[in-house]
């Protein structure tokens, strides 16, 4: 709520002028907010009658006004409550309110004139951090490593800044380990490499900005394979490399078995 007073003309040490401004609903369907302006006429002693009284309330260009007829006070804080004036005011297309300016003003036949003026900051009446991200995609590289990517989301509060960690399974995705710490995504990307073969991994991604943070975003869970070797003429080769006589001729043996501590093995 903001508030702003000023002093009759003709009394400004005993009557003032005060309006008070503050947003009393949301309609986010229709991008809107309902904006109340309450006008009151506070005393601060003494005694006086008034007469043909009118007060006007404006809110961002929207008026109205009031005959109060005759009016009398007397003693110390008295107050007369004029009226209260609500008016609908858009948000931008982000949803966002910006700064809302009212006044009020008043004419009287026996306190003179008045007028108080301010303006209520800038907000917003409902939530502006990013929505959750519309994906989490993993892609298992040629070298092992896995990149992910974030969808896109919805920020009204400004361009948004994207993280993701992970977590690994050493039961074959039955359970899984605590999530790491957080990795800045560049362009909704962002490449993990070192990760442990023989496991499985799952990733999440979020967005924050400048109003806060949205929700996780899972991915699905991705094998790491295990990286088997084998010597060719006493030198360790990936087992995709190997090759084996069939009929005197040497041939790439992509579909041969390896025998690992754990058992045989696809060659990877």
Not at 156 to 167: D, H, I, K, S, W
């Amino acid at each position: 709520m903001a508030s702003a007073s000023g002093a009759f003309s003709s009394y400004p040490s005993l009557l003032a002028l005060r309006i008070e401004c503050y947003v009393i609903a949301t309609d986010a369907a229709n991008n809107r907010s309902l904006v109340r302006a309450d006008a009151y006429i506070d005393f601060s002693g003494g005694s006086a009658t008034s007469y043909n009284n009118t007060v006007s309330i404006n809110v961002n260009g929207n008026a109205n006004s009031w005959n109060i007829g005759t009016q009398s006070y007397s003693g110390a804080g008295a107050r007369l409550v004029v009226s209260g004036f609500d008016t609908w005011v858009g948000h931008d297309t982000n949803g966002y309110l910006g700064s809302i300016g009212f006044s009020a003003s008043a004419s009287t036949g026996g306190w003179g004139s008045a007028g108080a003026s301010s303006s209520l900051g800038g907000f917003t009446d409902y939530d502006r951090k990013p929505s959750n991200p519309g994906s989490c995609t993993g892609f298992l590289n040629s070298d092992k490593s896995v990149t992910v990517n974030a969808g896109s989301v919805s920020s009204p509060a400004g361009t948004p800044t994207f993280y993701v960690q992970y977590a690994s399974s050493t039961d074959g995705g039955a359970t899984y380990g605590a999530w790491t710490a957080q990795n800045t995504m560049s362009s909704q990307a962002f490449t993990y490499t070192g990760l442990t073969f023989g496991r499985n991994y799952k990733f999440r991604v979020w967005a924050t900005n400048s109003d806060g943070t949205s929700g996780y975003t899972e991915s699905a869970a991705i094998f790491i394979p295990v990286g088997v070797k084998a010597k060719v003429n006493n030198v360790f080769v990936n087992s995709t490399s190997l090759k084996a006589k069939e009929n005197g001729v040497m041939v790439e043996k992509r579909t041969l078995k390896v025998k690992t501590a754990s058992g045989w093995v696809n060659p990877v």
